[in-house]
């Protein structure tokens, strides 16, 4: 164990006239800001990303629909920010939204239950979580969260998970020595901490940041020792949709690896196609250097969790079937599972993976150093 410090079906008309019509319909619309003018039907695409917020650790997705990325797959993208991975999941599989993303905890689940969703982006191959507490906490080892409060985005987080397995594996008994309250993001949770109403914090990555950089917390955190091993959130879909809707998923898949490439090559640009696309992640009464400052340092320490060697050496969203084994161990050592998924094979695919990665990077990038604010 080791501890860590600081850290339409519209149709477009051959005429200049009906073209000059599309573009203005296009310019209204709230999802994309480019469409193509070549004659094509947009598709209707609902993805759910398992934050509160939208922030610089997410920007890959504005800057594709920025550049026209996901209009060119013929998608029309609309993100729902859905706090709570196991939340995002219940709406894949209701058919509230088209692909979910979460975290492996609440998926490993519905696999040992066979039910009916799939794994189809390694998004996040890295650990985002961990247990974080105040600088001055007298707590200094995972033992010493026996009988803690701990809090969380939300009750139905990935993360909750993920810290039961972690402290099982330390020795406690999450069912009786836990108390998990939903204390929400960003100021309010870091204020969570401060008063005593919980004596710490299991979210992500980027929150963390936000409370370092923003609202000077100083604070330490836990990982587990084989934590570095498991990846974090993926992108799923169900199996009818894997199996009869392909070519969407290959869509989104290739538009957003090559947001990705922005994220990675132009963070700046990406950080401010955020804040065009969604005008209210512009923080209201922070200035723009400093909140720039903050979303850079979110961006770029999410992108080592993204750009690793085994991602460099087979493509953006791959799988490498031994992470997928690793999280299925833990799983039951961390009291995730009772038991390993049988043929654990059956709930993830690589069958996307060339389509996703065939476009030329060099363009993608002459396309984010065009873009204007």
Avoid at 71 to 98: C, F
Avoid at 290 to 319: C, F, N
């Amino acid at each position: 164990m080791s501890t860590l410090t600081g850290r339409r079906r519209t149709s477009f008309f051959s005429s200049a006239r009906r073209l000059t019509y599309a573009a203005g319909f296009a310019a209204i619309s709230t999802v994309l800001s480019i469409v193509p003018t070549s004659a094509q039907e947009l598709r209707p695409l609902s993805v759910g990303l398992p934050n509160a917020t939208m922030t610089g650790s997410y920007c890959m997705f504005p800057a594709a629909m920025q550049l026209g990325f996901f209009a060119e797959e013929k998608i029309d993208i609309k993100t729902q920010q859905i706090p709570g991975s196991a939340t995002v999941l219940q709406a894949v599989m209701a058919g509230r939204i088209d692909i979910g993303g979460g975290t492996p905890e609440p998926l490993l689940q519905a696999f040992a239950q066979d039910k009916d969703v799939v794994m189809v982006f390694n998004f996040i191959r890295r650990p985002t979580g961990s247990i974080a507490v105040l600088d001055e906490s007298p707590i200094k080892s995972l033992t010493d969260f026996k009988g803690k409060k701990i809090g969380a985005q939300s009750l139905a987080s990935g993360n909750i998970l993920l810290t039961n397995g972690v402290l099982a594996e330390a020795g406690l008994n999450p069912k009786t020595d836990l108390t998990y309250l939903s204390v929400g993001v960003g100021a309010q949770a870091l204020q969570a901490m401060r008063s005593g109403h919980v004596d710490a914090l299991a979210i992500s990555d980027q929150y963390y940041i936000q409370m370092e950089q923003q609202m000077g917390a100083k604070l330490r955190y836990f990982v587990g020792p084989e934590q570095d091993k498991l990846f974090s959130t993926q992108f799923f879909a169900t199996r009818s949709t894997v199996d009869e809707r392909g070519d969407l998923i290959t869509g989104f898949g290739r538009a957003l690896a090559k947001g990705m490439v922005v994220s990675k090559e132009r963070p700046e640009a990406c950080i401010r196609m955020m804040w065009k696309q969604f005008p209210a992640t512009r923080a209201a009464g922070v200035a723009e250097d400093k909140q720039l400052e903050t979303e850079l340092a979110i961006l770029k320490g999410r992108m080592t969790l993204l750009v690793t060697p085994d991602q460099t050496a087979h493509g953006w969203g791959s799988y490498n079937p031994k992470d997928v084994e690793a999280w299925n161990k833990f799983a039951v050592g961390g009291g995730i599972l009772p038991a390993q998924v049988p043929k654990i094979e059956r709930f993830y695919t690589n069958k996307f993976t060339a389509d996703y990665n065939r476009f030329s990077t060099e363009d993608v990038i002459k396309k984010a150093d065009a873009w204007k604010p």
